[in-house]
């Protein structure tokens, strides 16, 4: 489901380059996460916190 949806996602934007890509991506996120049995109200809470930074998540990654 989640490699469906993202694959949609990318089409959409490819197709529509001039579309706002942030608010359609936490749109199919915060659907995606209900789908997943997320309680209604906690998707939207999610999306809207700031993404952590990858050096915290990855210190040994190199680019």
């Known amino acids: 489901m989640a490699a469906g949806t993202s694959l949609c996602l990318g089409h959409l934007l490819h197709t529509q380059p001039d579309r706002y890509d942030a608010p359609a991506t936490d749109q199919i996120t915060e659907d995606l ?7 209604p109200t906690r ?15 990855l210190p040994n990654a190199t680019a």
Do not use: V
Not at 33 to 39: D, V
Not at 52 to 57: N, Q, V
């Open 43 to 57: 998707p939207h809470q999610i999306c809207q916190r700031s993404l952590p930074e990858l050096d915290r998540l």
């Open 33 to 39: 996460l209900r789908a997943f049995g997320i309680p």
